[in-house]
């Protein structure tokens, strides 16, 4: 489902350039659950947005279930990530004048979901990660572990043929954070693919395949 | 060095009331290293901004060294802060367009340290937490676990009496987390207080003593 090869990103600062990825390959099939572990800065969100579709690399190739990225435009990207991908972000991202609710029920208005079911939909997905009675709060009135878990179930809302999520226990005790493996572990069991970043070796043990990375480059890759 | 009595914190949303703190007692000696855990959404975020003089209670009465902090006003709060107090925020709270550097001597231009002394103990503090070479990027242009370390450099700089720590080791490794683990007893070990908040039960095992909160009430409160 991912086929990606050569991936390099460089950003550069005035006379500096700094290689957040330097020549990466990731293959991914079908209904794997993969962890990405490695060092902070080591290139693990970098990689994470690239495959999501939410950034480009500097060079390399990508396929995403057999078509070439790089030759989509802005807009097919979109329209990509909405239909199959769903993402977790590092620092959350959510609309912050939006209600826990309505951040839920933004994919399913790209997926023009008519409004009562995705008013269902959405509540449905705030009770599993624990939030029923925080519908309506918005960010700003969130615990941190609370703005997490409506990120996630925002992720999860559309059911999505391949999930990425970037940390998604780091703000959560251990008997949330397993709530929120199980719901992983459920979408998996559909045949979706599952591709988690975590600091975690508790939660890296549950995946399928490991995938360590160091200073930009694949350190290894190996079965769990 | 805190004595809270008491302390409610409750927040109305229309007709709703979130009562997030229902009457803690908080008592902290000089030289303890405390660690506070509990559920997600369960008041320790609102705790400790409470007793880092970030926010005030709804009710209740705190005493910081000895101060009462209810009859200050809030230039006396903020002076306070600047001279006891080091605070690690869970979401960060970097200047965004500051670089790490500029992010990370702010403490020091508070309490008016002369700008060649103020540059170099910035970069020593960055250089402890392993940020030399990003002392140029911006938020934006650094890693999640970069920026926690900016945030944590920032919070040490001026060596606080007080160190209050949000899930300060959230989003690093664990070689990264234990570099800053060993930071904080340093600290410690020069006779400075210690507050983490923190989901690691790991990480919770170094403190001398473990404060554990639910539904927004102390449950426990036990020497380690
Ligand atoms: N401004 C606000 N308005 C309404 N409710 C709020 C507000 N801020 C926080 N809350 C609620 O207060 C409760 C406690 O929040 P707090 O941030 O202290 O939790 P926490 O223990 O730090 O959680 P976490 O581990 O997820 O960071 C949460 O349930 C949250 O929804
Ligand atoms: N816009 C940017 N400009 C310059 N450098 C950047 C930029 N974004 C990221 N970097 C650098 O690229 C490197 C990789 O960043 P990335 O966010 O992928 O790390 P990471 O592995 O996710 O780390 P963490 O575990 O701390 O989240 C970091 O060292 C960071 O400083
Ligand atoms: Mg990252
Ligand atoms: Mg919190």
């Given at each position: 489902v991912v086929d990606a090869r050569q991936i390099r990103k460089s950003y550069r600062m005035g006379e500096v350039v700094v290689e957040a990825l330097k020549g990466v390959d990731v293959r991914i099939d079908h209904g794997e659950f993969t962890c990405i572990m490695g060092a902070s800065g080591s290139g693990k969100s970098t990689l994470l947005n690239i495959l999501g579709c939410l950034d480009r690399p500097t060079s390399g190739t990508f396929d995403l279930m057999g078509r070439s990225v790089d030759s989509?435009?802005?807009?097919?990207?979109?329209?990509?990530?909405?239909?199959?991908?769903?993402?977790?972000?590092?620092?959350?991202?959510?609309?912050?004048?939006?209600?826990?609710?309505?951040?839920?029920?933004?994919?399913?208005?790209?997926?023009r979901v008519p409004s009562r079911e995705r008013r269902e939909r959405a509540m449905a997905m705030l009770e599993k990660v624990g939030l029923a009675s925080r519908a309506g709060h918005r960010p700003?009135?969130?615990?941190?572990?609370?703005?997490?878990?409506v990120a996630i179930a925002r992720a999860l809302v559309t059911g999505p043929a391949l999930l990425l999520a970037d940390e998604p226990t780091g703000n959560l005790d251990s008997r949330t954070g397993r709530v929120i493996m199980d719901m992983f572990h459920s979408l998996h069991s559909e045949g979706n693919t599952i591709l988690l970043v975590t600091h975690d070796p508790e939660i890296a043990r549950e995946a399928g395949r490991i995938l360590r990375i160091k200073d930009g480059l694949v350190e290894s890759d190996t079965a769990n």
């Open positions: 989509m435009d802005d807009g097919e990207l979109a329209e990509v990530r909405n239909r199959f991908i769903g993402f977790v972000f590092q620092t959350f991202n959510l609309l912050p004048r939006s209600s826990a609710l309505q951040n839920v029920e933004l994919p399913l208005i790209y997926a700003n009135q969130l615990s941190g572990g609370e703005r997490q878990r």
